[in-house]
């Protein structure tokens, strides 16, 4: 890929991000922030996995697939809440992990 087709690509991918942003709304942005940034946290493997569902009051809930992925996710749960915050800049105080299947 040439130099510019690269920084067509990315411009394109900075206006798409902005443009969700601005359809999420202040109520929805932080969500949508930690929600974009959880595939780079956790890593594609956990991240097909498992995916945030709510923001309530700087308490992220996430969807995980089984039981098994939800243990992984717990023992690296400090690791995550610091990096989403990093990465959102939306500052993360708990994350709860929920069973549930993807449809």
Same mark, same amino acid.
């Given at each position: 890929?040439?130099?510019?087709?690269?920084?067509?690509?990315?411009? #394109?991918?900075?206006?798409?991000?902005?443009?969700? #942003?601005?359809?999420? $709304?202040?109520?929805?942005? $932080? *969500? &949508?922030?930690?929600?974009?940034?959880?595939?780079?946290?956790? $890593?594609?493997?956990?991240?097909?996995?498992?995916?945030?569902?709510?923001?309530?009051?700087?308490? =992220?809930?996430?969807? &995980?697939?089984?039981?098994?992925?939800?243990?992984?996710? &717990? =023992?690296?749960?400090?690791?995550?809440?610091?990096?989403?915050?990093?990465?959102?800049? &939306?500052?993360?105080?708990?994350?709860? *992990?929920?069973?549930?299947?993807?449809?």
């Amino acid at each position: 890929m040439s130099k510019n087709t690269q920084n067509r690509a990315d411009s #394109f991918a900075n206006d798409c991000r902005q443009i969700i #942003f601005r359809l999420a $709304g202040e109520r929805y942005l $932080g *969500f &949508v922030k930690l929600y974009m940034a959880w595939p780079a946290v956790v $890593g594609p493997l956990l991240a097909e996995k498992s995916m945030p569902i709510k923001l309530d009051e700087q308490i =992220l809930y996430v969807a &995980v697939s089984n039981n098994t992925w939800m243990q992984e996710l &717990v =023992l690296l749960k400090n690791k995550i809440k610091q990096e989403l915050t990093k990465k959102s800049s &939306v500052a993360v105080i708990d994350i709860i *992990f929920t069973i549930r299947t993807r449809k």
